[in-house]
C-alpha cells in the first residue's frame, strides 16, 4: 500500500468532517480496533506488527515510517490541589491564563480550551507573561471566581 494505515483502538474523536476525509480518502486505510505491537527494521522503520483486540491476531505490514498519537491526558500531577481543574485533569484558568492560586498561571495543554495547538500555546504563553508581570506589579485584577471555586480566596 502506497499511502496512511491508522492503526485506532476503537472510534475516533476528531470532529464529524474530519472524520469522513479520513474515511473517503484513497490512501488511507483505517484499522480499527487495533494495536501497534512492534516496530521493526534495520536502519529505518521497514514492518509494524499489529494486533487486533477482539481476535488477538497479529499481522505484520510493511511501513516507511511511524507517527505515534496517545492521546491527550494533560500532565497537571505536577501541580497538585487545591488548583481548581475539570474532571479530566485540565487546569481551569480566566482569560489572562490565572489559575486559582493567586500568581499561578497555566498556559498550553495544561489548561482546558477547545483546541490543542502549537499556536494556542504561545498566544496563552504571551498572555501569561503579561499577566505576570502585572501581577506582580500589583496591577492585575484577580479572577475571585476560580479562587473562590477551588477554596483558596
Known amino acids: 500500500m502506497s499511502g496512511v494505515r491508522s492503526f485506532r483502538r476503537n472510534e475516533f474523536r ?3 468532517i474530519l472524520q469522513e476525509r479520513v474515511r473517503s480518502h484513497p490512501k488511507v486505510e ?22 487486533n483486540l477482539k481476535t488477538q491476531a497479529l499481522r505484520t505490514v510493511e511501513a516507511t515510517g511511524v ?16 488548583i481548581e481543574k475539570d474532571a479530566l485533569g485540565y487546569v ?25 495547538q502549537i499556536t494556542n500555546a504561545v498566544g496563552d504563553g504571551t498572555t501569561a507573561a503579561v499577566a505576570a508581570e502585572k501581577h506582580i506589579e ?16
Open 14 to 16: 476528531a470532529s464529524k
Open 30 to 51: 483505517l484499522v480499527l480496533d487495533s494495536v501497534v505491537e512492534d516496530i521493526s527494521g534495520s536502519d529505518i522503520v521497514e514492518t509494524v506488527r499489529i494486533r
Open 67 to 82: 507517527f505515534i498519537f496517545v492521546g491527550f491526558t494533560p500532565n497537571s500531577g505536577l501541580v497538585k490541589d487545591p
Open 92 to 116: 481551569l484558568t480566566d482569560q489572562n491564563m490565572a489559575t486559582s492560586i493567586p500568581g499561578m498561571f497555566a498556559i498550553g495543554d495544561l489548561r482546558k480550551q477547545l483546541t490543542k
Open 138 to 153: 500589583g496591577t492585575l485584577r484577580p479572577n475571585p471566581g476560580l479562587a473562590a471555586r477551588a477554596g483558596v480566596a
